[in-house]
């Protein structure tokens, strides 16, 4: 319980000082970077856990805006207390997605699942380019905002543990041993009578569930989407934040997340005449990671887990 107390009162601490203390701006890249957390913990639960490489978060998370968005916007009459509720629905909505796309997809695996996944993203980005209904081009606006920081970033807080503590506990649940598994060698896995599909699909639909939700909380961030908001540089980015905290490690992607949202910006200040070195600079420091460590920042470790009253579970790679 003690634990428990410690971290409302450094996120109750936290929010106090951004609100009342800090500008807009960083108060924006603080929610940014949950909602970086949360997609790369969505995608790390398929690619990191079940070994399945997908690019298609940039489609499942545009799913889920939109939903959220026209919901709000269309029938809550643009109330804002009823945000949650549509965050909700756009994630259930791309879950069911995720499920349609899992029934023909996991058929295959490797850079195959990547094309197909690749291409599910592309085919929901145009089909928004070409509905009227949401804006096509122009993209959707006036989508119904939190009055207040605090609201923004308490609900964003409660999204990205609730996230975190759920992904947290299947990993190592019977579920996630199951995944780890299929991650290790899924033929074996196979023969000792685990449903290698079902058990994918699952995992992609958990995965697709948060990716929704990361996406709903997103139109109502920032007040306005359009189709370019979720195009293929998207999903790269977040795959981006998934190795470099280390694939398998959820605690990692939202460190990663951290660094990643916040160095960008800390290097906006960095440059030269026309000369725009941030752009130098960032991609030479990822450059370098890779090498010195190309498992990623914390490898398949997580941070404490004995703190959450979980049984630490060694698997390949977690005695780096």
Same mark, same amino acid.
């Given at each position: ?140 606006? !006036?989508? #119904? @905002?939190?009055?207040? &920081?605090?609201? $923004?970033?308490? %609900? +964003?807080? =409660?999204?990205?543990? *609730? ?33 290698? !599909?079902? #058990? @994918?699909?699952?995992? &992609?639909?958990? $995965?697709?569930? %948060? +990716?929704? =939700?990361?996406?709903? *909380? ?47 910006? +800390? ?54």
């Amino acid at each position: 319980m003690k634990k428990y107390l410690i971290f409302l009162v450094s996120v109750i601490v936290l929010g106090v000082v951004l609100n009342f203390f800090m500008n807009s701006y960083i108060q924006a890249v603080f929610i940014s970077f949950m909602i970086n957390a949360i997609m790369a913990l969505s995608l790390n639960f398929i690619t990191g856990l079940a070994d399945q490489f997908s690019l298609g978060q940039a489609g499942l998370m545009a799913i889920g805006a939109y939903t959220s968005a026209v919901l709000n916007k269309e029938f809550f009459n643009n109330d804002w207390t009823m945000i949650p509720i549509g965050v909700l629905a756009g994630a259930f909505m791309a879950a069911g997605a995720g499920y349609l796309i899992s029934l023909p997809s996991f058929r295959l695996k490797g850079d195959y699942l990547a094309i197909v996944t690749l291409g599910m993203a592309e085919i929901v980005r145009v089909v928004l380019l070409n509905w009227n209904h949401v804006g096509g081009p122009r993209g959707y606006n !006036a989508i #119904t @905002k939190f009055p207040e &920081f605090y609201f $923004s970033f308490g %609900f +964003a807080v =409660l999204l990205l543990t *609730f996230t975190f503590m759920t992904m947290y506990r299947l990993k190592f649940s019977w579920f996630g041993r199951n995944l780890w598994a299929i991650n290790e060698d899924d033929i074996a896995a196979e023969v000792m009578g685990l449903n290698v !599909a079902k #058990t @994918k699909r699952r995992a &992609f639909v958990i $995965s697709s569930f %948060f +990716a929704g =939700l990361g996406g709903g *909380f997103y139109s109502h961030h920032l007040g306005y989407i359009s189709p370019g908001s979720f195009g293929f540089i998207i999903s790269v980015q977040i795959l981006i934040v998934a190795v470099l905290g280390g694939l398998g490690s959820l605690s990692g992607s939202i460190v990663a997340a951290l660094i990643l949202t916040f160095l960008p910006e +800390a290097l906006r200040s960095v440059q030269t005449g026309s000369l725009d070195l941030r752009m130098i600079i960032y991609p030479i420091l990822l450059i370098v990671m890779m090498i010195v460590r190309p498992q990623g920042l914390f490898g398949r470790k997580e941070i404490s887990l004995s703190h959450f009253g979980l049984t630490k579970f060694k698997a390949r790679g977690s005695n780096e």
